[in-house]
């Protein structure tokens, strides 16, 4: 099993920009995609992000496109979300997320961490 813990959460006004942290431990994390999603009150979880294990090809939602930059450092089994131009409806808490090369579906996840943007 894969652990995975989020950081970096915290409220922030429209236009402003926050950073998201996902510390991974427990197997070989440079061979897994990595996603971020986010789930806000009253609605279902949505997926954000994904990079493969190369980082050559990340992939947004279009809600978030241009806005946000996923990345990862294996060597520090660790993938950020820089999020810019942040928007109200950007708020939610947001979820890391692992997929083994051989798995069809994100199976590892985080606790989650807290974003709110305010007006």
């Known amino acids: 099993q894969v652990q995975l813990v989020e950081s970096g959460g915290g409220l922030v006004q429209a236009g402003g920009s926050l950073r998201l942290s996902c510390s991974a431990s427990g197997r070989t994390f440079s061979r897994y995609s990595m996603g971020w999603f986010r789930q806000a009150p009253g609605k279902e979880r949505e997926f954000v992000a994904r990079?493969?294990?190369?980082?050559?090809?990340?992939y947004y939602a279009d809600s978030v496109k241009g806005r946000f930059t996923m990345s990862r450092d294996n060597a520090k089994n660790t993938v950020y979300l820089q999020m810019d131009s942040l928007k109200p409806e950007d708020t939610a808490v947001y979820y890391c997320?692992?997929?083994?090369?051989?798995?069809?579906?994100?199976?590892?996840w985080g606790q989650g961490t807290l974003v709110t943007v305010s007006e």
């Open positions: 990079i493969s294990w190369s980082s050559s090809s990340p």
């Open positions: 997320a692992a997929r083994a090369p051989d798995q069809s579906q994100f199976r590892y």
